[in-house]
């Protein structure tokens, strides 16, 4: 089966049979966009929670708001219907820990918030997630169902 | 118009010659923690863009060790530390003085006192030569797969650029050879007064 890798500040979609992965996800967070109905599934590596934050925004890839929009677009052209689109989102965890007030240290709670507020406000809805904790993340996703798999070194591999 | 400038060759040079004199420093506090004679050479400079970032030591899955410290004062920013997992096991076994196969909590605390002192050797350098005065928190270590750490340098500079600069450093000691990538990661004011300050904006 063909496996198409999605690398950081990328997104891609793709129609079944096929495999979405992204290796390596730490603060950054894992968009997984999924219609069952025409088995079009999406995946975005997003750096960073909103392109408005930023002077360098030309990457819309590397931004949550406008890589989802971006990645529901892309879906569409693959035969898409936006309606039947819902998310499971992977990632967002905080690598280092630190008693300071760093914001970039806690951009992986930064990106959760933004992912669960533009994806409410494209009315798409999230059937899971495993965000947080303080390790990486990979995760693949299966155009043909949808299923997540989430893999990370020594805190176990599961499916959401 | 920090990025534009990041490819300009001044600013690279003196960039390089700070991860010269820094990494010289960090090698020299090692080799007499060590009281072992180490040899480093010369630091490589490389600019690659953000994408590549989570590959530059191999794969994005590789186990990596990952050491950061906050910089702040007139800086503020971090700095960070890599070692692919072999290259940490050597440095373990230069500092412990037996082979070490798994991360315990000693062998965490010598590699966390080892970012340190690269880190303080490598500040320090760039604290004389820019005038101004700058500190580090204590380490946090982190053990991990090499997209998640490196992304941590990534996201810091994906706000302000396109591409991220990072310094390679090899050293050696007898059989044993460290390959350490360290990141120097400033909050976009901080690189212009940096630069500023080197007269190269």
């Known amino acids: ?160 | 118009m920090v990025t534009d400038n990041l490819n300009n060759d001044i600013i690279i040079d003196v960039l390089k010659e700070i991860g010269n004199i820094g990494s010289g420093n960090a090698v020299t506090a090692l080799a007499s923690m060590l009281s072992k004679k180490i040899n480093m050479s010369v630091p490589r400079v490389r600019i690659i863009d953000i994408k590549q970032v989570p590959t530059i030591l191999g794969g994005e899955e590789e186990l990596v060790v990952g050491i950061y410290l906050d910089l702040n004062n007139d800086i503020e920013g971090n700095i960070m530390f890599i070692l692919d997992i072999e290259s940490a096991f050597n440095l373990l076994e230069m500092l412990l003085n037996k082979k070490i196969k798994e991360f315990d909590e000693i062998s965490v605390s010598a590699l966390s006192e080892v970012g340190n002192i690269v880190a303080s050797s490598y500040v320090n350098s760039l604290s004389t030569l820019t005038g101004l005065k700058i500190t580090i928190s204590i380490p946090s270590v982190a053990i991990d797969m090499a997209g998640a750490i490196l992304s941590v340098a990534a996201i810091q500079f994906g706000l302000i650029a396109d591409q991220v600069l990072f310094i390679e450093t090899v050293f050696e000691e007898g059989i044993h050879s460290v390959k350490g990538n360290l990141f120097l990661l400033p909050d976009i004011n901080s690189f212009k007064k940096m630069l500023s300050r080197l007269g190269v904006l």
């Not at chain 1, 996800?25 to 966009?33: K, N, Y």
């Not at chain 1, 219609?35 to 925004?57: Q, R, T, W, Y």
């Not at chain 1, 931004?63 to 967002?92: C, N, P, Q, S």
């Open chain 1, 1 to 160: 089966m063909e496996i198409v890798k999605v690398g950081m500040a990328d997104l891609k979609a793709i129609k079944a049979p096929g495999i979405l992965t992204t290796l390596g996800l730490g603060s950054c967070v894992g968009i997984a966009l999924y219609d069952k109905i025409n088995k079009v599934a999406g995946l975005a590596h997003a750096m960073l929670p909103f392109s408005s934050e930023s002077s360098k925004n030309e990457n819309k890839a590397k931004f949550v708001d406008t890589a989802i929009e971006l990645l529901v677009r892309k879906m569409v052209e693959k035969g898409a219907v936006e309606r039947y689109i819902v998310a499971k989102v992977a990632g967002g965890s905080q690598m280092f820990s630190f008693s300071t007030k760093n914001n970039v240290l806690k951009i992986g709670d930064r990106n959760i918030k933004a992912t669960r507020i533009k994806l409410k406000e494209m009315g798409i809805r999230i059937i899971s997630e495993d965000v947080g904790g303080n390790y990486g993340r990979t995760i693949q996703l299966d155009a043909q169902d949808g299923s997540l798999l989430v893999k990370t070194i020594g805190h176990g591999t599961k499916i959401i």
